[in-house]
């Protein structure tokens, strides 16, 4: 006890809130901006590497895939080695993927996307529950501060990978490599919560009890809710941000156009969190919100089906609605947890499920387009699918929690 009580005091004085909240919102810029940067610069690297659409179309969605196979484990691997480790883990995986992907040749860049799409489950799984056992009074809050920095990086890395590709005699590889900036920046901020090595609240009980917890969370009609509203969000973002462009080339607009116009998309995703940062805290439930965030969304699509040449307001719409989702998916494993260990194993359930829903869209939506020519029924089959998260979201809302684990044996 005394030993980590004087062994480290700088540690000690550098893990104040403050300098916690800071690692936190920067851990946030790691989850999204070294994936999504890679869209802006898919024709320069299928031009430098030789790989076809349907190849390019299978990198787009190799992180989800990893956060499918990763995510179930993220809470067996925080019992084991403990949050902070964890994350550190997560930080290392994904600056070690941004460093492999940059090396020139397509199966580099395939491994490089899979280990940066692990450590990125490793620390969206891990993220709300670092908030609930670390501010358990403002969970809302901090969720929707750190998804508007996730918004925010996600927007500037898009929009600076071809000026930096251009820049540079190395192109796409320059403009890559320079995102290892943030795990080393995150990392070094990150590095004096280590002294504490402690795991989920929870975790600090038996085995059992954490199994327990387990099945209550996958038997309770309410973590299914959660996890159907996270899901149907996360297809119909990696839908629209995988075939926008697409849309509204057949619409008529110009590729620069376009192009602008989904660099907007991951502007708007991040809008919301300018409202909900001081609304959320002074909500009693979530019910309103998460009822209207899928409306914006299905008024995006409906609105690109019937009217494109009003493609700015639609794009605002779809970026703003799925941006709240976004925040409210994540402050719901927080929120209608009891604990952190039960938040992360909520969190696990929701995103293992969630973005294995979300990586069966684009392929989907995009054989849809191939079978009917146009993208009409792919519009109206997202529409519909908006309303029904609009109803996820009135029972994922209400202000319960998930039942107590039983300790029965």
């Given amino acids: 006890m005394s030993e980590s009580c004087h062994a480290h005091p700088p540690l000690r004085r550098l893990s104040h809130p403050a300098v916690l909240i800071a690692g936190i919102l920067l851990i946030a810029m790691n989850l999204r901006a070294p994936f999504t940067s890679v869209a802006p610069l898919l024709e320069r690297l299928q031009a430098a590497l030789g790989f076809n659409a349907t190849a390019a179309g299978l990198l787009m969605i190799l992180p989800l895939l990893a956060f499918v196979v990763v995510s179930p484990w993220v809470p067996r691997l925080a019992r084991t080695i403990g949050l902070e480790r964890s994350i550190l883990l997560a930080l290392i995986t994904i600056g070690t993927g941004i460093v492999l992907r940059v090396q020139g040749t397509t199966l580099a860049l395939y ?7 692990a450590g ?16 358990p009074r403002h969970i809302a809050l901090l969720t929707s501060c750190y998804v508007l920095t996730m918004g925010i990086m996600a927007a500037l890395a898009s929009a600076a990978m071809v ?25 070094a901020v990150w590095w004096p919560q280590l002294s504490r090595r402690s795991l989920p609240a929870a975790a600090h009980g038996t085995d059992r009890s954490h199994s327990s917890g387990k099945v209550a969370v996958w038997r309770s009609p309410l973590a299914w809710q959660v996890t159907l509203f996270m899901g149907l969000n996360s297809l119909l973002f990696y839908t629209v941000n995988s075939w926008l462009p697409g849309i509204l080339a057949d619409s008529g607009f110009t590729p620069e156009r376009a192009g602008s116009l989904h660099g907007l998309l991951q502007l708007a995703t991040a809008l919301p969190g300018l409202v909900l940062v001081p609304l959320m805290p002074r909500l009693k439930d979530q019910r309103l919100i998460a009822f209207t965030a899928p409306c914006m969304t299905l008024a995006g699509f409906l609105g690109l089906w019937l009217s494109p040449e009003w493609a700015l307001a639609w794009v605002m719409l779809l970026g703003s609605g799925s941006g709240a989702s976004f925040i409210l998916a994540l402050s719901f494993m927080g929120l209608r947890a009891r604990d952190a260990m039960q938040s992360a194993s909520l969190s696990s359930m ?15 939506i995009g054989g849809m387009y191939d079978l ?11 529409a519909a699918l908006s309303a029904l998260m609009a109803c996820c979201g009135l029972l994922a809302g209400r202000d319960i929690q998930l039942p107590e684990a039983a300790v029965s044996e």
Avoid at 350 to 360: E, F, I, P, S, V
């Fill in 120 to 135: 990125i489950a490793v620390g969206n799984v891990l993220l709300p529950s670092l908030v609930k056992r670390a501010f």
């Fill in 163 to 187: 000026p930096l590709a251009q820049a540079s005699t190395h192109g796409w590889q320059f403009a890559m490599l320079v995102l290892v900036a943030l795990p080393l920046v995150t990392m």
């Fill in 350 to 364: 929701a995103q293992t499920l969630g973005y294995l829903l979300a990586a069966m869209g684009p392929p989907v």
């Fill in 111 to 117: 491994m490089g996307i899979a280990l940066i799409g």
């Fill in 372 to 382: 009917f020519g146009n993208w009409q029924m792919a519009l109206v089959v997202c």
